[in-house]
């Protein structure tokens, strides 16, 4: 029996455990471990029946994501489950944990399901660009049936295992020991004399084919672009149409189909990105460098990004003091924290005591000296150099020693930060998305000086808060707005050049982006912006100065959505419309410019667009700015809405080919300019080499 799978037995009941450390994978050695300890409790007379239990963290995080892309190797999890549920004598599962997708199908195979109460379980699949292929489609909603079959593999959402309860998919919660509670499980069902309860045996309810239909139509809307959230429902389809066995070919043709697809290696290599990322080379290494302990954090600032971080830490249960010096700020702040949680609520997201229990764990005050016992300080106050360094040294006066002190500062200079106290290694960057409390993308920003353990107590306390932490060095816009800098130049040139602001956002939306970046200026704020470009004006070339569209919109007061009015024009909902005042606005501006507007392809704009933004990542990656390439597509994937069925920026310039990129930043750079098109020497040494971003 491979190491991975142990096989116990207690009694005329069998325990087999999976033991495959860090989340019991299903590789290789399990399946056959498993089919191996499975036969064995077959042949061995004395056991009557058989328990499959996981470990401490979890029965099954499911197949093993590093098999992929190599060749299948037996057995395959399909032959293993049919193997468990072919068994003449009772098998059960039981979950503690996650049984998460191919783990889910396993239990799914054994006759009998128990879970302890905190247990999760679904089948994610869907998010690696997949589907539930070891039977799931087909067993699951023979056993919960078609509609919430559908929202779990399409959805790819997961259960509580109370919800399990109330669907069916667990017989029997266990409060108490769940191993203990198992074997009497299995001892109650031998004693019944129960026979095996078969899920493929079941009969699917019929399903009238508008529930389908009417999936695919939120899909196509809801996952613009993507293909498995499609094959999940035309699979779920299949079970309530076939017999198991050809339900079961339906379901492994397309697996196949999308294992081998594009959009799943994307998706993959997304996952497995975000995981390392989270890890910096020191905690990589393995070097026990430690973290520091955080149980009580403060933040400087109640306004939007205040608030919104405040209510990161109060969601993890982590206590956290909201210090703002005007009194009226800090109730308007303490009011949208109230309102933002309202606003969950309604959607059933949280209960009423939940509710409390995550305010009463934000404490207001106007007093700075609250700060004193604060093991990690985050400042969000006006992105102002000055006026941070400020903060600063009040911090590092006020707070004890060895309290980290954090930035949420969007582009500003760490070091220079840190150079206002006396403790430039516990000073680093933590920059959140707006709406932090929402965005899951936080980029950590080490100074130059900044304690290795320091920066391995952010990205701990950022996957703890649920988010996607990223370790970047300090440049301007770090590594995020950096590159968005580049796209945002280009777009704003072929409005001058010729384009118009719908023609270049529908480019970008058609490539799979939640909008373009005309549409994201009216919704985060022409004013924002305009703030932001009057900021960082020293550092723009002259002809990004001279290239002022932004300004003039900002003139007429036209601040985007919230004014009704901005690159589009919005009705009372908020739906936008081309406003032809801009197309005049902006034809002007060329004329005044001496610019002889021309029609620009979708061609050019989707290379301007992409292309400047994967040569800045080249340069951040030879500037030492981040470490891997994958960090750089978690930025973008978490932070900037890079459709994961392309992988982000890095990735998906390996699929079209670097030579591809390449030749095009030459074609601009000879209309354009060295300035902006210069390929990075590191891209172009790739491509001389023949290498890519991704071995
Ligand atoms: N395979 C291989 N490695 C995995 C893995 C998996 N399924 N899941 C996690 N890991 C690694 C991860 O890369 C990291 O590695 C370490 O485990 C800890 O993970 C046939 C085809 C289970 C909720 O989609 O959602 O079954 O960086 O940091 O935050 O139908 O991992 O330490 O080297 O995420 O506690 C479907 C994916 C697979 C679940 C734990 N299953 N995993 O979260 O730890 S396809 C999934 C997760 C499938 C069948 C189909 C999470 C977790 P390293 P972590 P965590």
Redesign the pocket.
């Given at each position: 029996m491979a190491e991975s799978v142990s096989f116990d037995a207690r009694g005329e009941i069998a325990l087999i455990k999976i033991e495959n450390p860090?989340?019991n994978?299903?590789s290789q050695a399990v399946r056959s471990g498993l089919a191996a300890a499975i036969c064995r409790g077959e042949q061995d007379t004395r056991i009557k029946a058989m328990v499959l239990i996981g470990g401490e963290?979890?029965f099954s995080?499911?197949?093993?994501?590093?098999e992929f892309g190599e060749p299948p190797r037996q057995p395959l999890?399909l032959d293993v489950i049919d193997v468990i549920e072919r068994s003449s004598k009772p098998v059960i599962a039981a979950i503690q944990g996650?049984a998460?997708?191919?783990?889910l199908?396993v239990a799914l195979g054994c006759h009998f399901r128990i879970a302890s109460p905190d247990a999760v379980m679904g089948?994610?699949?869907v998010?690696?660009g997949?589907?539930?292929?070891?039977g799931?489609t087909q067993r699951l909603p023979r056993l919960i049936g078609v509609s919430a079959a559908l929202e779990m593999i399409v959805e790819g959402t997961v259960v509580s295992a109370q919800r399990a309860l109330v669907l069916g998919l667990v017989d029997e919660l266990a409060p108490g020991g769940l191993e203990a509670h198992a074997l009497d499980f299995a001892r109650g069902i031998v004693a019944s004399g129960k026979p095996v309860r078969r899920v493929s045996m079941l009969d699917c309810e019929p399903s009238d084919q508008s529930v389908f239909e009417a999936y695919v139509e939120t899909v196509e809307r809801k996952r613009r672009g993507y293909i498995a959230p499609l094959r999940c429902i035309a699979a779920v389809r299949a079970a309530t149409e076939l017999p198991f066995k050809k339900g079961l070919e339906r379901e492994r043709a397309m697996?196949l189909e999308l294992?081998a697809s594009p959009q799943s290696k994307a998706q993959r290599h997304a996952?497995?990105s975000e995981?390392?990322a989270?890890?910096i080379p020191d905690m990589r290494a393995k070097t026990a460098i430690g973290t520091l302990p955080i149980d009580l954090v403060g933040v400087v600032g109640a306004g939007t990004m205040g608030t919104g971080i405040a209510m990161c830490f109060a969601n993890a249960g982590v206590p956290v003091m909201l210090v703002e010096a005007n009194a009226d700020n800090l109730e308007r702040g303490m009011a949208l924290v109230r309102k933002n949680y309202a606003r969950t609520m309604a959607r059933g997201g949280l209960s009423q005591a939940e509710m409390d229990k995550r305010v009463a764990l934000i404490r207001p005050s106007v007093s700075n000296d609250q700060l004193a016992q604060a093991d990690l300080v985050i400042e969000a106050v006006f992105e102002e150099l000055e006026v941070k360094q400020k903060v600063f040294r009040m911090l590092d006066q006020i707070c004890k020693p060895g309290a980290i002190l954090a930035s949420n500062t969007s582009y500003l200079n760490i070091d220079l930060i840190a150079d206002a106290t006396a403790r430039p290694e516990y000073v680093l960057g933590m920059h959140f998305f707006s709406p932090a409390n929402v965005m899951p993308l936080l980029e950590n920003v080490r100074g130059a000086r900044t304690l290795p353990q320091v920066c391995a107590t952010a990205m701990k306390i950022g996957?703890l808060i649920g988010k996607t932490p990223v370790m970047v060095r300090v440049c301007d816009g770090f590594v995020g707005n950096r590159m968005l800098a580049k796209r945002t130049r280009e777009s704003y040139f072929m409005l001058e050049e010729g384009a118009t602001p719908q023609q270049i956002d529908k480019v970008l939306y058609d490539f799979g982006f939640p909008m373009g970046p005309f549409a994201m200026s009216d919704l985060a704020g022409v004013d924002v912006g305009w703030l932001n470009r009057q900021s960082r004006l020293a550092n723009l070339t002259s002809r990004e100065r001279a290239c002022d569209i932004l300004d003039q919109i900002h003139a007429l007061g036209r601040f985007g959505q919230k004014t009704g009015a901005g690159f589009y024009r919005y009705d009372a909902d908020r739906h936008r419309s081309v406003d032809p005042e801009i197309e005049a606005l902006i034809v002007n501006h060329s004329k005044k410019r001496n610019i002889e507007r021309r029609q620009i392809s979708d061609v050019e704009i989707l290379e301007r667009c992409l292309y400047p933004m994967i040569n800045e990542g080249a340069k951040l990656l030879e500037e030492g700015i981040v470490d891997r390439p994958g960090d750089i597509d978690v930025v973008w994937l978490k932070g900037y809405g890079f459709p994961a069925f392309l992988g982000g920026p890095l990735f998906y310039a390996d699929q079209i080919g670097l030579p591809v990129v390449y030749e095009a930043l030459l074609k601009y750079q000879v209309v354009h300019g060295d300035q902006y098109w210069k390929p990075a020497a590191l891209l172009e040494n790739m491509v001389r080499s023949g290498k890519r971003f991704y071995t």
């Open positions: 860090p989340v994978a299903l963290r979890g995080a499911g197949a093993d994501i590093r999890l996650t998460l997708g191919g783990g199908e089948l994610p699949e998010k690696l997949l589907l539930p292929g070891a799931g697996f294992a996952f497995l995981r390392a989270a890890k996957k």
